[in-house]
């Protein structure tokens, strides 16, 4: 039985969430429904260095605390000095509560040598003892996939008492000046308006989660002679951008392509200038959401109750086939997803004429 918690007596909170880009902009709720609150609590999260461009800027936040992957190339020594001077910093904060939104045995060790008055992570039972005794209280993680991921790490909330009102369960992602700028530089140079075209961003760093070239090639080319501008973006990782290679070589439709030129901030401000968004699951459709970008968002193995646009206009374009969503990376492990190869160009268009209508 979770206890309650003097709510009146919280002075710090760190919030721990060790994902990837989208993961962490899915806590962004977490940080805003604490903040309205507890307002007197001052919040701060630790993430990995990569991903803090995802919740820099927060109103609700007061500092980010990372972990660099890197940390691991410096040697024994090199990651141990790294991992202490981080360590110090936190305890230096002396937080009343830590919340811990992932099954990452790092967040237990982190809690006790952190020794909050309150704390919180999910109920793993076969973790055993040492995992139940490092945290005060608990929530379950229901792994069905019933319920949208936001709502999962609003449940840390609800075990400790705090129940999120609707309207601050929103995504929060702040571009910034600087890559609010350099966007309307952009747009300009291209004679973008805002509001004005089409942004595509048909690439993830899972290719198994992406739709052929040939039917995004054929898309554009839809969307084209319908009269739209297209925007095309795409992470600049080798893999994304031999797909999008593979999307030019088989179309003849004008685009502007801004593969492998944005910042994830840019990416937000562009994004969030667009008429429509059009992706697979990836870090550039929840950031479409958190931006109030109308969504089309194709999905093959994931699931699309728990990892689909978060309370923006939206279309969920998938396939009926009754394995997925099966979250294998691609059928029999082979990175190609039949649910995904299969999807007719067509039922995305009729998903984006009905968002742009």
């Known amino acids: 039985m979770n206890k309650p918690i003097p709510f009146h007596e919280l002075r710090r909170a760190l919030v721990i969430k060790l994902r990837h880009h989208g993961d962490v902009l899915l806590t962004s709720p977490v940080l805003s429904v604490l903040k309205a609150q507890v307002p007197q609590c001052r919040i701060d999260t630790l993430v990995y260095a990569d991903t803090a461009p995802m919740l820099a800027g927060h109103p609700a936040l007061d500092e980010i605390h990372t972990i660099d992957r890197r940390w691991k190339q410096l040697g024994i020594i090199g990651q141990a000095a790294a991992e202490w001077h981080l360590l110090k910093q936190l305890r230096a904060r002396q937080y009343d509560l830590v919340i811990h939104l992932t099954e990452h045995r790092r967040g237990a060790w982190l809690t006790r040598l952190l020794a909050p008055r309150f704390s919180v992570a999910p109920k793993i039972p076969k973790r055993g003892r040492f995992w ?12 069905r996939g019933l319920r949208h991921v936001v709502e999962y790490n609003l449940d840390a909330l609800r075990a400790l008492g705090i129940h999120p009102a609707v309207e601050q369960r929103k995504l929060v992602m702040v571009p910034g000046f600087d890559a609010e700028t350099r966007v309307t530089e952009l747009m300009r140079s291209h004679e973008l308006a805002p509001k004005g075209f089409i942004h595509l961003h048909p690439t993830s760093r899972w290719l198994f989660k992406c739709w052929p070239a040939g039917k995004t090639a054929a898309l554009m080319d839809a969307l084209h002679a319908q009269g739209h501008r297209l925007v095309l973006t795409a992470a600049p990782d080798a893999k994304e951008t031999g797909l999008i290679a593979e999307i030019k070589a088989k179309t003849q439709t004008p685009f502007i392509d801004l593969c492998g030129r944005l910042s994830l901030k840019e990416l937000a401000a562009l994004t969030a200038q667009a008429r429509l968004f059009i992706g697979v699951d990836s870090a550039p459709m929840h950031i479409a959401a958190a931006m109030g970008t109308p969504t089309v968002a194709l999905f093959g193995p994931s699931g699309d109750k728990e990892w689909g646009p978060w309370q923006v206009p939206h279309r969920v374009v998938t396939t ?20 995904l190869v299969t999807l007719p160009m067509e039922q995305v268009l009729k998903a984006a004429n009905e968002l742009l209508s």
Do not use: A, E, V
């Not at 139940?132 to 792994?143: I, K, M, V």
């Not at 009926?320 to 649910?339: A, E, L, N, V, Y």
């Open 320 to 339: 009926d086939h009754t394995c997925r969503p099966c979250g294998q990376d691609g059928c029999g492990g082979g990175k190609i997803s039949d649910c």
């Open 132 to 143: 139940r005794n490092s945290f005060s209280h608990h929530y379950h993680l229901d792994n």
